[in-house]
Nanobody
Framework: QVQLVESGGGLVQAGGSLRLSCAAS????????MGWFRQAPGKEREFVAT????????DYADSLKGRFTISRENAKNSVYLEVNSLKPEDTAVYYC?????????????????WGQGTQVTVSS
């Protein structure tokens, strides 16, 4: 099994920045692709970003390009999401996800492992 634990969320003013972290443990060696998703109150979970095992391939939700940056550090079994110019509409629970396939994936159903999420609240 693989366990994912997110951290770095919190309350931030609009225009601010946050760096979310996700650490994998357990059988982390079976993980290749990792991703971030978010779910705002009353809305469905949505794709944010995904990154390959090597870190050289990545994909972002079209509406979030330019403000979000995904990266990973395999030596620490970790993936990060840097978010800049935060807006109130970015308020959501942010989830880390991992899959054993090497193929980048936007669909949440394509990920086998999920973290518990970290709350990001952006005040106006």
């Amino acid at each position: 099994q693989v366990q994912l634990v997110e951290s770095g969320g919190g309350l931030v003013q609009a225009g601010g920045s946050l760096r979310l972290s996700c650490a994998a443990s357990g059988r982390a060696s079976i993980i290749y692709t990792m991703g971030w998703f978010r779910q705002a109150p009353g809305k469905e979970r949505e794709f944010v970003a995904t990154i390959s095992w090597s870190g050289t391939a990545y994909d972002y939700a079209d509406s979030l390009k330019g403000r979000f940056t995904i990266s990973r550090e395999n030596a620490k079994n970790s993936v990060y999401l840097e978010v800049n110019s935060l807006k109130p509409e970015d308020t959501a629970v942010y989830y880390c996800a991992a899959r054993t396939s090497r193929v980048l994936e936007r669909r949440g159903g394509g990920y086998e492992y999920w973290g518990q999420g970290t709350q990001v609240t952006v005040s106006s």
